[in-house]
Structures are given as structure tokens and as C-alpha cells.
């Protein structure tokens, strides 16, 4: 079912579940997030890599967390769900800000429990290998909790956000990872043997 939504395009992809803090500077959209909080509406991240793609995400106004005296805002967002834009008119009528119908997409976020357990395996190698501090036993993680920090290009988020299963993202985030991890290994092996250079080595003798 169609439903309408204020559009507001962006050179990122927002996924649902993840806080996202916005500065809000330009006129048409200081206008929207006024909009949004007055009507107590949400409004639609739309996706903006060379072109404004066919996918965004709703996302929920949360917090106007700072008003600046000439009317820049510091918001709080939370992603939501994904959508298909069905039609895109910019301006709205009567506002200075995009908008139009959408068609949300099924959000499924369940897994088989080993694809799960894969996921979460090829995560912490790459997150170790990377030297990045976090705990992943103490919080619940699903595909879209760190796609943002897992080496993904924006057109791979893209591709990531709009694949319509939870374990259709976890095969793509594993296939990732399967790539990523060999030429993460390459590097710290390269830091290593710059850091060998003008030290003296020591080598194990060898037996004839």
C-alpha cells in the first residue's frame, strides 16, 4: 500500500535500526524537520550516490537536540524501514522540500541460528584484525549494526539495505568478509616487515 513521505536526499545509505545525527542547515529542510516535528511525522532518507536511487529509508525524528539562533538544528534520527519510491515531485506543493509515495519494503530480521554464528565469527576476526575495541557477546547484532563500519562502498550498502531477507544480507556481508579479511592480513604483514627494516634479525637455525 502507497503511503506518503517528505524526502529529504542524501549522499548516504541509513539503515533501520541505526541512530543517525543530522546537521540541518538549508532552508527547505530546516522547513521539513519543522514539518516532521509539528505533525509528528517521519520523513524519507532518500539515497543519493551518482544519481537519487530508486531505495531510501524512513526514518523517525527522535530529538531536536540543539535550535541555533538563525535556525540550524542539531536532530536525532532513528532508521526505520526501507522503502521503493513510486513517484519523486520537488518541490512539494506549497513547501520548499521534496516528497511523494512510497512502498515499504518487508523488514525480515530473522537468520538460521548457523549462518548467525558464521556472521558473527567473520565480524570479530575482521573488527580484530582492525584493532577495533567492541564486545559483540553483550549486545544483540543483526546485519545492519556495524555495515557502516565493515569497509563496505556506498553501493554496497545500497545493494546490503535493499536485500529483502535477514540471511540474504548475512551471506552478503560473509561474502564480504571472505574478501576483505585475506587483504587485511596482506597489509598488517606488509606493517610488520617495514617496521623489521635496520633491526636485527634473528632467524631460527635451520636443520640439513
Known amino acids: 500500500m502507497a503511503q506518503k513521505l517528505f524526502f529529504f536526499p542524501l549522499k548516504l545509505v541509513a539503515f533501520?535500526?541505526?541512530?543517525?545525527?543530522?546537521?540541518?542547515?538549508?532552508p527547505r529542510y530546516k522547513?521539513?524537520?519543522k514539518d516532521c516535528h509539528e505533525l509528528?511525522?517521519?520523513?524519507?532518507?532518500?539515497?543519493?550516490?551518482?544519481?537519487?536511487?530508486?531505495?531510501?529509508?524512513?526514518?523517525?525524528?527522535?530529538?531536536?537536540?540543539?535550535?541555533?539562533?538563525?535556525?540550524?538544528?542539531?536532530?536525532?534520527?532513528?532508521?526505520?524501514r526501507p522503502f521503493k519510491i513510486l513517484d519523486f515531485h520537488n518541490p512539494l506543493a506549497d513547501k520548499l522540500y521534496a516528497g511523494g509515495k512510497v512502498e515499504f519494503l518487508p523488514l525480515d530480521m530473522t537468520s538460521d541460528r548457523d549462518k548467525n554464528m558464521e556472521f558473527k565469527q567473520r565480524l570479530k576476526e575482521v573488527f580484530q584484525l582492525l584493532q577495533y575495541p567492541v564486545d559483540?557477546?553483550?549486545?544483540t547484532i543483526n546485519s545492519f549494526t556495524y555495515a557502516h563500519k565493515v569497509g563496505l562502498?556506498?553501493?554496497?550498502?545500497?545493494?546490503?539495505?535493499?536485500?529483502?531477507?535477514?540471511?540474504?544480507?548475512?551471506e552478503y556481508l560473509i561474502?564480504?568478509?571472505?574478501?576483505?579479511?585475506?587483504?587485511?592480513?596482506?597489509?598488517?604483514s606488509a606493517?610488520?616487515?617495514?617496521?623489521?627494516?635496520?633491526?636485527?634479525?634473528?632467524?631460527?637455525?635451520l636443520n640439513f
Not at 550516490?49 to 526514518?59: F, I, N, Q
Not at 559483540?136 to 549486545?139: A, D, H, I, P, Y
Not at 606493517?191 to 637455525?205: E, L, Q
Open 153 to 170: 562502498k556506498p553501493e554496497q550498502e545500497y545493494e546490503l539495505l535493499i536485500l529483502e531477507t535477514e540471511n540474504k544480507r548475512l
Open 31 to 33: 522547513q521539513m524537520i
Open 136 to 139: 559483540l557477546s553483550r549486545e
Open 40 to 80: 509528528d511525522k517521519c520523513f524519507g532518507i532518500c539515497t543519493f550516490l551518482d544519481k537519487l536511487m530508486k531505495y531510501g529509508t524512513e526514518v523517525e525524528l527522535v530529538e531536536i537536540y540543539k535550535t541555533y539562533d538563525d535556525g540550524r538544528m542539531d536532530i536525532k534520527t532513528k532508521g526505520k
Open 16 to 26: 533501520p535500526g541505526e541512530n543517525l545525527n543530522l546537521h540541518i542547515f538549508e
Open 191 to 205: 606493517k610488520n616487515k617495514i617496521k623489521m627494516n635496520g633491526h636485527f634479525k634473528y632467524f631460527d637455525p
Open 175 to 188: 561474502k564480504h568478509f571472505d574478501k576483505i579479511i585475506p587483504l587485511i592480513k596482506e597489509i598488517e
